[in-house]
């Protein structure tokens, strides 16, 4: 390694915000922005136009009126780093850099829209309360999405205290295991402490993003792994095991051990957002077995030769997993079409304005010359 290298990296480990994420990859990106004198903070929270960022020189409130384009996918989001003014009131964000991963779900709108929830995360923590009955199909959606995001999915069944006997717990965590190939899952209690120091160990030195319902417990997980009550907890309903959203918007919290953490508001929904290569990674071993069907686009239904269906046949894939993968997979393909019919109408739209425009200045054009 070069002194050079060297020197970079000491600097960068030894940087104010390095507590934050900063890195060698971060301080090359932001050189342009340095240049002209801009400052660079990370934003921990953003409220209807403004945003804290913290900065070298502590956490600052910035307005993002420069950088909030009609894109949804591209407004400023929690975990962005972001170039800032160096001064002024208000103060500014002039642009943020170019994401590493992004956790997107679409939103209940009509209009097929897309809904960033946090930017630039190494792990996505899906938490799932052991309170209530557990949702595979919901676990399954959830880390679709992660995977899509370019995350590390984690799954956290949290309130393992409510599960008093071990050998219940022990298969709790095969089901989900068997919905969740490739990904690790851990039963914690975040008031008993089990369960702490092994997930406090996976997600140091990172970004991670708490993911859940209302009522997974995830601001007392946030609460137990920074070790200080920083989100209000509100107790959950009895009947059900759900409860009110505690987290209203999404919060970047430094960890006591290394790393960040991005508390989010309970997802009532969990909609994809064209999330093809997430879907297909949280069903891996049914598109290992597809690639052995006779037909290359057999639909797992009645085809002869489907090493999908021989599979449920001899026990060796659950007929629930199936229809879970069909399922996302119907939904995926129906975003993805209703997202492109909505870009093809709005080309649609600036061809016949423009096509328009270039009509009416033949006319003038023809009546100076009449």
Request: glycine residues 12%; contains cysteine.
């Amino acid at each position: 390694m070069s002194t050079s290298s060297l020197s970079s990296g000491s600097s960068t480990s030894s940087h104010p915000l390095a507590a934050y994420g900063w890195d060698e990859g971060w301080e090359a990106a932001f050189s342009s922005h340095a240049d002209q004198g801009l400052l660079a903070g990370r934003v921990v929270r953003v409220d209807q136009g403004q945003c804290d960022v913290v900065t070298a020189g502590g956490t600052v409130r910035a307005d993002t009126a420069f950088v909030t384009p009609h894109d949804p996918l591209r407004v400023v989001c929690t975990g962005d780093w972001v170039a800032l003014e160096p001064g002024g009131t208000p103060r500014y964000v002039r642009a943020y850099l170019p994401r590493r991963s992004a956790f997107v779900r679409s939103t209940s709108s009509k209009r097929s829209e897309g809904q960033i929830l946090a930017a630039n995360v190494d792990h996505a923590i899906v938490a799932v309360s052991l309170a209530a009955e557990l949702d595979l199909a919901r676990v399954e959606r959830f880390l679709a999405l992660a995977w899509e995001s370019g995350a590390q999915p984690l799954v956290v069944l949290t309130k393992a205290d409510l599960v008093a006997d071990p050998l219940t717990l022990s298969h709790l965590v095969e089901d989900v295991e068997g919905a969740a190939p490739g990904v690790r899952v851990l039963a914690v209690s975040s008031l008993g402490g089990d369960g702490l120091d092994v997930l406090g160990a996976a997600v140091t030195g990172g970004t991670s993003v708490l993911l859940g319902q209302s009522g997974a417990g995830k601001s007392t997980l946030a609460n137990a792994l920074i070790g200080e009550e920083v989100m209000r907890v509100h107790a959950t309903r009895d009947v059900d095991g759900k409860g009110r959203h505690t987290t209203t918007t999404r919060n970047l919290l430094a960890l006591p051990g290394g790393g960040v953490l991005i508390d989010t508001p309970g997802l009532r929904g969990v909609g994809l957002w064209d999330a093809e290569t997430g879907v297909g990674q949280v069903f891996a071993e049914i598109e290992e077995l597809a690639r052995e069907c006779r037909f290359h686009d057999c639909a797992h239904g009645a085809e002869p030769g489907c090493a999908v269906l021989a599979a449920i046949d001899d026990g060796q894939l659950a007929q629930r997993r199936l229809e879970s993968y069909r399922k996302l997979q119907r939904e995926n393909q129906w975003i993805v079409a209703k997202t492109d019919a909505r870009v093809r109408a709005e080309l649609r739209r600036d061809w016949k304005r423009k096509g328009a425009q270039g009509r009416a200045a033949m006319e003038l054009k023809r009546g100076r010359h009449a």
